[in-house]
């Protein structure tokens, strides 16, 4: 079996539940339940014998020692973290305690367990690590895409406890030989992502008849892949990845913000005719700091492992407005005091 951390969020449920589809191969899922945490995007396997939810943190010691003796997977995969840049910027210690000390921790624990094993099992074993692009840095509009030799130069301090956290993964390897991966990708957008981030925030906020808050000119860009693409590819890199590498996981879509937004409009639109949502576009303040543009150049993944991403950013984002639209008690259920509160912080006082 392996086990994954962050499995409740948005990728990692997404990563589970792709995972029982595909393999069927027992996982473990080890989540703090944090804001971001949420088990009913997991309901549909909540019968499944093959899911086994652990509530906890990946700084627990203890339990996650515990885990490992009792499980014996064959691989983590290490998805929890603190992930969204503006509350980084509001409150960058919970960055610092779940993305650097927390996966330090974890990998303590989990050098200890591997290095007990015995040699088949210790050579076969894997920890793979998702990262991030941001690690990268901010690109000028004409400077060619990241690569994984691209040099490491975080702006925020999201993705500067991202790369600390890299960092603390690469040493691992060097210095211990844990055979560990790690895959750094773009912005992700799909089923089940919490409506603080671009794209489920502007459809939230459109269907309430909201303002659409777009930050500074709108002309940042972003790469965009389709979260389940991510899940291929992490499974891909388990599968076949080269113990100490690094794989760039990117869905070769590089768009403006205010595109994003005038796109997500134009399908909202298109699913409630005579409806005008663009209106609710509003400019605001700048986010501090805000990285102007990342871009990934994914060919090491194709050319070594044989991926590339299935679906384009408009078969992607047509699938994401009809799982939102089909899914309002979902977005009613995460829309608590706390996310308005976050809500209130962020964006009063951007206008
Ligand atoms: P998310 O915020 O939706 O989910 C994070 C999950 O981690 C939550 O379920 C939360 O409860 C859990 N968690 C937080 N702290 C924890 C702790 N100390 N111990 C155990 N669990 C904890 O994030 P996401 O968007 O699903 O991102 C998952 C991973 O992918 C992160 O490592 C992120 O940096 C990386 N990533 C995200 C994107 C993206 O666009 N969302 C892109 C590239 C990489
Ligand atoms: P986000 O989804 O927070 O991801 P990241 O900052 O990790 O790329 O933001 C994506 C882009 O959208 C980023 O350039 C910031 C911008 N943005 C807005 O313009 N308005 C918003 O309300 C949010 C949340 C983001």
Redesign the pocket.
């Known amino acids: 079996m392996i086990l994954i951390t962050g499995g409740a969020g948005f990728i990692g449920s997404n990563f589970v539940l792709d995972w029982l589809a595909q393999t069927g191969e027992p996982i473990v899922n080890l989540d703090k339940l944090t804001y971001a945490g949420n088990l009913q995007n997991l309901s549909s396997v909540s019968g499944n014998t093959q899911h086994i939810f652990v509530q906890g943190d990946i700084g627990d010691t203890q339990l996650i020692s515990q885990l490992l003796a009792q499980h014996q997977p064959r691989a983590i995969i290490n998805m929890a973290a603190e992930s969204?840049?503006?509350r980084s910027i509001h409150g960058p210690e919970d960055f610092i305690q779940t993305n650097i000390l927390g996966t330090f921790r974890l990998l303590e624990s989990v050098r200890a367990y591997w290095s007990a094993l015995e040699p088949a099992a210790r050579a076969n074993f894997r920890f793979l690590h998702v990262s991030t692009d941001?690690v990268y840095g901010s690109l000028e509009k004409n400077e060619p895409a990241f690569t994984e030799t691209h040099g490491y130069q975080p702006n925020s301090p999201?993705s500067a406890s991202k790369a600390s956290s890299d960092h603390l993964v690469r040493a691992y390897h060097h210095t211990y030989g844990l055979p560990v991966l790690t895959t750094n990708c773009s912005?992700n957008y799909g089923p089940f992502q919490f409506p603080?981030?671009?794209?489920p925030?502007m459809i939230a906020n459109a269907l309430a008849g909201k303002p659409l808050?777009?930050?500074g000119d709108?002309l940042?860009i972003?790469d965009w892949l389709y979260v389940i693409d991510h899940c291929r590819a992490i499974r891909r890199v388990l599968e076949a990845g080269i113990p100490g590498e690094t794989y760039n996981i990117g869905g070769w879509n590089e768009k403006a913000?205010i595109e994003i937004v005038n796109t997500v409009c134009t399908l909202l639109e298109e699913f409630h005719p005579g409806s005008d949502f663009k209106r609710l576009i509003t400019y605001v303040k700048d986010?501090p700091g805000?990285?102007r543009r990342?871009a990934i150049n994914a060919q090491k993944i194709e050319r070594e492992l044989g991926w590339k991403p299935a679906e384009t950013f408009d078969t992607g984002i047509r699938k994401t407005i009809e799982w939102y639209l089909n899914n309002p008690q979902w977005i009613q259920d995460v829309q608590t005091g706390a996310y308005r509160s976050w809500l209130e912080k962020n964006y009063n006082g951007r206008q």
């Not at 603080?196 to 794209?199: A, Q, R, T, V």
């Open positions: 969204h840049v503006d941001e999201y912005n603080e981030k671009l794209i925030l808050p777009v930050y709108g940042q972003r913000n986010r805000h990285d990342y």
